[in-house]
C-alpha cells in the first residue's frame, strides 16, 4: 500500500515537469523582449545587450529552464511586467473569490448531481430518467456565460432576489458572501452537475444489475439501504473520479464566470492579463491551476485506495 | 423458413416454434442499414442533424437573408430594441445584431468542424503511433498527460496569449488543447484491438504491419473517433465562443457570437437582447452537435450506449 501510494506521488513529478516546460516555453517564445522593456525608450542598442547579459537571457534554453524551475520551487513565481509586483502577490490578493466560488460549486454539484444520478439510474426508462437525461444534455450545451446571464436576469433584475454582481470577503459574514456565491455557482456547476449526474447514473444502473443487489432485495431489504448502502458505495470510484477529472471545466468556467458577475478573482486577473500581454502572470496562474488540478486527481486517486478495500496493490 | 406459429417478431429466429417467445434479446430481423437506418433508430441524430443543417443553411446562406453588411456603422441608431428595422436590435454603434448573429455562425462552425477535423487527425497519427510504437509510448503518452493536466480553455488562452487574435489561431490553439483527449483514446482502442484473435491471425499468415494497421486497426478506431470527434466540435464552439468573449478569441472586428456578447456585456442589464440572441444561437448549435454525438454513439457503439 505504502508503495502504491509512493509510485502515485512519483508519477505526478513527470507529468507536472512537462506542464513547467510547456509554461516555460510559453514565456521563452512570448513576443516582447524584457531587456528592452527594462533598458526604456532611451537606450541603445548596446544597453540592452549589456541588460540581456546581466539578465542571463543569452544562456541555453536549458539552463533558464532549470533555473526558472528552481524558482519555481521556492515559491518564485517571478515579477508581473505590468504593475511591477511579484505574481505570488497578485495571486495571493485573488485567491480567495476563485476558492470559494469553486468550493460552494464543488458541494451544490456533488450534492445535486449524485442524487439526481441516483433517482434516475433507480427510475430507468420512466420519464423521470428521461427528464433528467434531457437536463444533462442541456447542461452539456449552454455555455457557462449564458446561464450566468439568464439566472442574474431572472433572479437578481427580474426578481431582485439576490445580488447582481460582486463578491464579499467570508470575513464580512457567512450569508453576505454566500449571498454573492449563489448565482454564479449555479451557472458554473451546471455543466458540471450534468456530467457527475450522468456517470453516476451509467454507473448505478450497471451495479444495479448485479446479483448482490438481487440478494439484497429478495433478503427484503428496503429501497433506500439498496441504492444508497450497497450500490451507490460500490458506485462511487468512478464518480469520485468523474469529479476529480471535472475540476477542469471548473477552472475553465471560473474565468468566465467570474467576469459575468464583475468578481475580483483569479479569473479577472487572467483576463487583464491576456488584455495586457502579461505573460508572467498567465504563466503562474496556468501553472497554479495546473499543479492543483494534478493534486487533486492524486489525492482522488489516493483517497480511493484509502477508502475501497478491493484496491489492493 | 417457414412463417408457421411466428409468437412475436422478436421471436423470429432459427429456434423450432415450441420454444417459449425469447426475450428481445435477438436482433431484429429487418433493419434498415447505413445512415439513414441509424437516423430512424436513434431519433437524436434526425433531431441533431436536422439543427445543424438549419445553422449550416445560415451560416452558408448569411447574405441573402436579409442581413445588411454585419460590420457597418450607424452612430445615430445605436442599440435599438429589436424592432422592424432591426431584427434582433443594434449594438451600441448601431450595428445590425441579427446580421452580425447570422454572419456569426459561420465562425463557429468554422471553428468546431475544423478543430474536430485537425485534432481528430493528429490525435489518431499520435494514437497509432503510441499504440504500436512501444519505445515512443513513454513518451508520447507522458507529454499527453502533462498537456491534459492543463485545463483545455486555460491551455488555449495560453496558446492565444502568444499570437495575434485570428480565426486560424483559435482554430490552432483548441485543436492543440483537444489533441491530448483523441489520441489517449486511439491508444486505448489501438492497444485492446493488438490482442485481437483476427490481428494475431493477421500477423501469423504474414501480413505485413502497415496493412495490419490500415486494414484492421484503423477501420475500428473510425466509429469511436466519430464520436469522440462530434463532442470536440461542441466543445471547441464553446472554446471559441468563451475565448473571444474574454478578449482572447477572434478579432473584434470578426463578428463570432463571443465577440457579439463580449459587446454587449457592458450592457446588458438595461439591452439584454444584445446578450441574448448570440446566446442563444451558440446554445441551440452545441445542443444540436451534442444531440448528433449523443444519437451516433448510441448508433455506433451499442455497449457503451447500455451505460451511458
Known sequence: MLRYIGQRVLATVPVMAIVALFVFSLLYIAPGDPAAIIAGDQATPDDIARIRESLGLERPFLVRFGEWSWQILNGDLGTSIFTSLPVTALIAQRIEPTLSLMLVTLVLAITVAVPLGVLAAWKAGTWIDRLVMAFAVFGFSVPVFVVAYLLAYVFALELDWLPVQGYTPIANGIWPWLQHLILPSVALGLVYIALIARITRATMLEILSQDYIKTARAKGLGQRAILFLHALKNAAVPIVTVIGIGIALLIGGAVVTESVFVIPGLGRLTIDAILRRDYPVIQGIVLLFSFTYVLVNLGVDLVYTLVDPRIRY | ?308
Open chain 2, 1 to 308: 423458413m417457414s412463417a408457421a406459429v411466428v409468437p412475436s417478431p422478436a421471436a423470429l429466429s432459427r429456434e423450432p416454434a415450441a420454444a417459449p417467445a425469447m426475450p428481445d434479446i435477438l436482433p431484429e430481423v429487418r433493419r434498415r442499414g447505413g445512415l439513414w437506418g441509424a437516423a430512424l433508430r436513434h431519433p437524436t441524430i434526425s433531431m441533431g442533424a436536422v439543427l445543424l443543417l438549419l445553422m449550416l443553411f445560415v451560416a452558408v446562406f448569411a447574405p441573402f437573408l436579409g442581413t445588411v453588411d454585419p460590420t457597418a456603422l450607424a452612430p445615430a441608431r445605436r442599440t435599438r430594441p429589436p424592432g422592424e428595422q432591426f431584427w434582433f436590435g443594434s449594438d451600441m454603434l448601431g450595428r445590425d445584431i441579427y446580421s452580425r448573429v447570422l454572419y456569426g455562425a459561420r465562425v463557429s462552425l468554422v471553428v468546431g468542424f475544423a478543430v474536430a477535423l485537425l485534432s481528430s487527425a493528429i490525435g489518431l497519427a499520435i494514437g497509432l503511433v503510441s499504440g504500436y510504437v512501444r519505445l515512443l509510448d513513454g513518451i508520447v503518452m507522458r507529454v499527453m498527460d502533462g498537456l491534459m493536466s492543463i485545463p483545455p480553455i486555460l491551455l488555449a488562452v495560453a496558446l492565444m496569449a502568444l499570437t495575434r487574435g485570428s480565426v486560424g489561431n483559435v482554430i490552432l490553439a483548441i485543436t492543440i488543447a483537444e489533441i491530448p483527449r483523441v489520441s489517449r483514446l486511439v491508444r486505448g482502442v489501438v492497444l485492446s484491438l493488438r490482442e485481437q484473435p483476427y490481428v494475431d491471425g493477421a500477423v501469423a499468415a504474414g501480413t505485413r504491419t502497415p496493412m495490419i494497421i490500415w486494414r484492421h486497426i484503423l477501420p475500428n478506431t473510425l466509429a469511436p473517433l466519430t464520436v469522440q470527434a462530434t463532442y470536440i466540435c461542441a466543445s471547441a464552439m464553446i472554446t471559441e465562443a468563451i475565448l473571444s468573449f474574454i478578449g482572447a478569441g477572434t478579432p473584434p472586428t470578426i463578428p463570432s457570437w463571443g465577440n457579439i456578447m463580449a459587446e454587449g456585456r457592458a450592457l446588458w442589464q438595461v439591452k439584454p437582447y444584445i446578450v441574448f440572441f448570440p446566446a442563444v444561437f451558440l446554445s441551440i448549435t452545441v445542443l444540436a452537435v451534442n444531440l448528433l454525438g449523443d444519437g451516433l454513439r448510441d448508433a455506433l457503439d451499442p455497449r457503451m450506449a447500455k451505460r451511458l
